[in-house]
Nanobody, 120 residues
Framework: QVQLVESGGGLVQAGGSLRLSCAASGSGFSANAMDWYRQAPGKQRELVERITSGGRINYADSVGGRFTISRDNAKNTVYLQMNSLKPDDTAVYYC??????????????WGQGTQVTVSS
């Protein structure tokens, strides 16, 4: 069983910065990719950034160069540093990971989400 707890959201002016954290409990953190998703009102949830177990990073074009994902395997924590924030970045941000069970099923785990609001 994996639990994910996000923190660090809030209200910030355009051009400002925030750092989100996601603390994971349970086993397998260092062996699995970690993702940050976001969901704005009336829109579908979208992948923001992913960091693999080997540290490889993928990110959405809309945040490239402004957001940086990182992980600390010793603390079972993944971070999302968000700079040069825009009003379009306003959304609930979710931490996500998956586990492959012994019987072949893939289980998705999500955090409760943290609200990021960027004012113009």
């Amino acid at each position: 069983q994996v639990q994910l707890v996000e923190s660090g959201g809030g209200l910030v002016q355009a051009g400002g910065s925030l750092r989100l954290s996601c603390a994971a409990s349970g086993s397998g953190f260092s062996a699995n990719a970690m993702d940050w998703y976001r969901q704005a009102p009336g829109k579908q949830r979208e992948l923001v950034e992913r960091i693999t177990s080997g540290g490889r990073i993928n990110y959405a074009d809309s945040v490239g160069g402004r957001f940086t994902i990182s992980r600390d395997n010793a603390k079972n924590t993944v971070y999302l540093q968000m700079n040069s924030l825009k009003p379009d970045d306003t959304a609930v941000y979710y931490c996500h990971t998956q586990r492959l069970m012994a019987w072949g099923e893939v289980i998705d785990y999500w955090g409760q989400g943290t609200q990021v609001t960027v004012s113009s």
